[in-house]
């Protein structure tokens, strides 16, 4: 048991290590041009490469920790970030950088790792939280963009790159001695788990939504360091601060976005996530001076932040028994939303002399999730419509968890004698005879939350007072993660038979 408990501190501090490895180039690269001669388009090819490898290979983490669990595949994963570190420290031409580069993605990688095999320690109702925590990890590449300025001044790149090898070496070996050895695992085939998921449009949807928030997290992190240097004309060290801070705000938040979409519609979090991303779009459009480029910079991280941890909530909401698989692809098609952005900035920029155009599809991208968002919201409001018509043969009621009611039918109303603007809102208690004890009623919830099925004869009232005898059924209506989402009660007057 203290093993278990030991797994969300170990595999967070794993992924800020892996997040530290992963931006190392970036956050470098204003030191690294001085002594390799870099183009602009190869300084935006160079720090954009690590995120090809840390996203493609998130597919196959996330299926590998559902079958061999997450302490073999950390360990594994830093002990080959021990060789692209190591050879980038020596690095002394472009092709050394592409080659270090690209296997440094295994560090942004391991990503896939933890949202597999957390989510197993814990209920579904704390899932986005756990995931937000989780995903805080992304204070790994603050801490890189923060320090490595500091020491490359004071002991040169190289030397500074070297020092990663400590802590990769050093959580190589705790995952290794800490790590669950009993972790649940499955072993259900990939080409399996791929099919069973990717005709359904709910997952590129939502890997539509993380190519947007993680990508621009990403997009930023590498690209804010050389280009506040050489647009703002900062020194490498304030360029590193403020980077920092884009990725600490963004890091915060994501936790939080994770709770407040267990605790709130995840959607609604979303459309908020979107429109604040939309408006951030179109202000770094007209190239605002650096207050404004900050104001616009630091309102992407925080939407950027929300929407990482609300996307993670969906994940597992919708693909329960594909979680490993589902986790991987929209994880990578997150960090391939980190590839393109700052290349494409880059040969706009060229061609244009400007960003505008590459902001302002930022904006379009953003402003296309939101009504995406708009139309998922009604659609799963319209799923729950479907489900409640095919039981509209007698009087109905619908309430939410807590018993308060949502919905009736016409039958409901000849039946009691109650419209639905009466009972709306309401508890059904405004139906009790008072010929029950507490027991019944008591006995009545324990076997739905139980069994999630209750059936028998109850006497009810109806509002002109008199009491009448029904047969009640009362199921639970569960989503498509197994959580019960709604109470269905259905009945019929069975006085005139009994008399």
Not at 74 to 94: E, K, T
Not at 105 to 125: C, H, M, Q, R
Not at 224 to 245: I, K, M, W, Y
Not at 309 to 332: C, D, E, H, M, R
Request: charged letters at 15%; proline letters at 4%; glycine letters at 10%.
């Amino acid at each position: 048991m203290q093993t278990k408990k030991w797994q969300l501190p170990l595999q967070t501090l794993s992924l800020v290590i892996g997040f530290m490895v992963w931006v190392i180039i970036s956050s470098l690269m204003p030191y690294i041009k001085k002594d390799i001669p870099l183009t602009p388009n190869e300084i935006s090819l160079v720090t954009a490469v690590p995120v090809i490898l840390g996203s493609l290979l998130r597919i196959l983490l996330g299926y590998w920790t559902n079958r061999f669990g997450a302490r073999i595949l950390f360990f594994i994963s830093f002990i080959l970030l021990i060789f692209p570190v190591a050879y980038i420290s020596a690095a002394n031409s472009i092709a050394d950088l592409l080659i270090g580069g690209l296997l440094l993605g295994i560090g942004g990688a391991v990503f896939s790792i933890g949202v597999t095999s957390l989510p197993k320690y814990y209920p579904k109702e704390r899932h986005g939280f756990i995931n937000g925590i989780y995903g805080a990890g992304n204070i790994g590449t603050a801490l890189t963009s923060f320090s490595t300025p500091i020491l490359a001044d004071a002991i040169g790149w190289q030397s500074t790159v070297r020092l990663f090898l400590i802590p990769v070496i050093l959580f190589a070996l705790l995952n290794f001695l800490f790590g669950d050895r009993k972790e649940t695992k499955a072993d259900n085939p990939l080409s399996a788990q791929i099919r069973s998921v990717y005709k359904d449009e709910k997952l590129w949807f939502l890997s539509l939504f993380y190519f947007i928030t993680f990508g621009s997290f990403v997009a930023f992190t590498v690209y804010l360091p050389n280009f506040l240097v050489e647009n703002f004309q900062l020194t490498s060290v304030d360029a590193g601060f403020r980077t920092a801070g884009f990725i600490t705000l963004a890091t915060f938040l994501r936790p939080i976005g994770g709770w407040l979409s267990d605790k709130f519609n995840p959607f609604i979090i979303l459309l908020a996530v979107f429109g604040g991303l939309t408006f951030s779009g179109v202000l770094l459009s007209f190239s605002p001076n650096i207050t404004w480029y900050s104001i616009g910079c630091l309102t992407v991280a925080a939407c950027a932040g929300v929407g990482n941890g609300t996307v993670f909530k969906l994940a597992p909401y919708y693909f329960t028994k594909q979680a490993g698989i589902v986790n991987g692809i929209v994880s990578a098609m997150g960090g391939l939303g980190g590839f393109f952005p700052p290349i494409v900035l880059t040969v706009i920029f060229n061609i244009t002399g400007h960003y505008a155009i590459g902001f302002m599809s930022l904006a379009m991208f953003a402003m296309a999730s939101f009504v995406i968002v708009v139309w998922m919201y009604y659609l799963e409001k319209m799923s729950l419509d479907i489900k409640i018509l095919d039981h509209i043969g007698q009087s109905m009621i619908v309430t939410d968890v807590k018993g308060t009611i949502e919905k009736v039918n016409h039958a409901f109303t000849a039946v009691t004698g109650y419209p639905s603007n009466e009972v709306i809102g309401r508890n059904p208690k405004v139906l009790q005879s008072g010929r029950h004890d507490q027991n019944f009623y008591k006995r009545m919830w324990e076997s739905l939350q139980e069994h999630g099925y209750w059936q028998g004869e109850i006497w009810n009232k109806r509002k002109n007072g008199e009491i009448y005898l029904e047969w009640l059924t009362i199921s639970a209506v569960k989503n498509d993660a197994g959580e019960i989402k709604n109470y269905l009660a259905l009945f019929s007057d069975i006085s005139g038979k009994k008399s």
